[in-house]
């Protein structure tokens, strides 16, 4: 008992492991079939990614990398070499930060902001995080993408007319800021001094992700709002989820679902055990006398025997003796070749089928061929579906069935011929 216990956990533990090893593959593996993802990440490549931008800034004389640390870090001097001395050559991109990065975030955003630093943010929550920061609702609803009106001289407003759906706009007078582009009367692109440094502000990162790129005018946009090349460009990374450290990596990953499945599974594994450990009981014994005993001893006996030409002669039988009796084709007919009784049912019939032929052929060398169980099942279903398609057991019987399949045919036979159609049903008949 023991050995057998132990050999049963062998084999679930196994299985375990492999639905495990299914389930990490699949989640952290797999790619993904839908562009479904809206974040501005560097990572997605999708239409709302902003992977494209990544790539494409360093192929153009920038300094690119990704930033998975708060941005406080940017004050350090051992991380990634940066000091508030390099803060002047920096353009720190914050493509639609999310609401619980405000309160963390500003303090230190603004200290980067003195130090010399540039900030690119986009979106309404990045624009709480800038000071100074004064954004509203729209003045109406934009029902699509609003190409932009350029405003003033500056670098931003020679990038042209921009794609940019408009759901916030900044709200603001102050004598600093400076207006780039507008959709009618709301700013959707401003730029204002803060310290040493500067913020460009746009009301929606769609120009610099992968789907806008394709518009020269906001590819001209995002060179005009980071800066001349040679300047380091961080894609906050920290915003969209990106840590260094391990848990906080797997936020937003599937690995908290994994989790309850592999409790699930460990649950129905303890279920088992403890059903296993109960007490047995004999197997319910089907009285002999009972018609599925009956059904079941002769399917055996069928088996032992391997009589398949038996159930596939009389499905051919059947089929002659249909064709004979209620389709009127000659007995002669139905003792030649499989392709001269295809033609004749055509005939009378008008039923053409290329299978037909060759199913009839197979019928009568399945004693020879030794066909299969599963390969004589197939055989007799098509067999019987032409049989069916023919007019057998439809409702009316197939007499009538027949009787309109000849009128049809004599419909469309010549008046000549007309003659020799009813004389065969005055002969059916």
């Known amino acids: 008992m023991k050995a057998k216990l132990s050999a049963d956990a062998g084999l679930v533990f196994g299985i ?3 639905v495990m090893a299914v389930i990490v593959a699949g989640a952290f593996f797999a790619p993904a079939r839908e562009d479904r993802d809206p974040t501005p990440s560097t990572e997605n490549n999708g239409s709302a990614g902003a992977k494209g931008a990544y790539l494409l800034l360093s192929r153009l004389g920038y300094r690119v990398e990704q930033w998975n640390q708060p941005i406080k870090a940017l004050g350090d001097q051992p991380v990634k070499a940066l000091s ?15 609401m619980s990065d405000i309160r963390e975030e500003a303090t230190a955003l603004t200290t980067f902001l003195n130090h010399g630093g ?6 309404p929550i990045s624009a709480l995080m800038l000071p100074d920061a004064h954004i509203g609702a729209p003045s109406h609803f934009y029902t699509a993408l609003c190409y932009t009106t350029p405003q003033g001289l500056s670098a931003l407003a020679r990038a042209g007319r921009v794609e940019m759906p408009v759901t916030v706009r900044w709200n603001s007078d102050a004598p600093s800021l400076r207006v780039d582009q507008s959709c009618g009367d709301d700013a959707v692109v401003v730029h204002y001094p803060v310290g040493q440094g500067e913020v ?5 990162s769609a120009p610099l992700s992968n789907r806008g790129l394709r518009n020269g005018a906001n590819l001209k946009l995002l060179l005009a709002s980071i800066g001349e090349p040679g300047r380091t460009v961080l894609f906050d990374e920290y915003i969209h989820g990106g840590r260094q450290d391990l848990w906080d990596t797997a936020r937003g990953t599937p690995a908290a679902a994994m989790g309850w499945q592999l409790a699930a599974v460990a649950l129905l594994l303890v279920a088992s055990f403890g059903r296993r450990s109960g007490p047995l009981r004999g197997l319910v014994q ?3 006398t009972s018609p599925l005993e009956f059904a079941e001893s002769m399917g055996e006996l069928y088996r032992k025997a391997d009589a398949v030409s038996v159930a596939t002669g009389c499905a051919e039988r059947r089929l002659m003796h249909f064709l004979e009796y209620e389709g009127g084709i000659p007995r002669e007919t139905l003792r030649r070749t499989p392709e001269e009784i295809a033609q004749a049912v055509s005939q009378r019939f008008l039923y053409r089928d290329a299978a037909l032929a060759m199913d009839l052929k ?13 390969s004589a099942l197939g055989l007799i279903r098509r067999i019987d579906q032409h049989m069916a398609r023919l007019g057998y057991g439809e409702t009316g019987g197939t007499r009538e069935t027949f009787a309109s399949s000849s009128t049809r045919s004599s419909n469309r036979g010549s008046s000549n011929k007309g003659s020799g159609n009813k004389g ?3 002969a059916r008949d």
């Open 16 to 18: 375990l492991l492999v």
């Open 84 to 98: 508030t001395t390099s803060a002047a050559h920096t353009t720190l991109i914050l493509a639609d930060a999310r």
């Open 118 to 123: 540039r900030v690119v943010a986009t979106g």
């Open 200 to 204: 460009i502000w746009w009301s929606s």
């Open 286 to 288: 089907i009285p002999r």
């Open 362 to 374: 197979a019928a009568r060398e399945a004693e020879f061929n030794k066909l299969s169980a599963k």
């Open 424 to 426: 065969q049903g005055e």
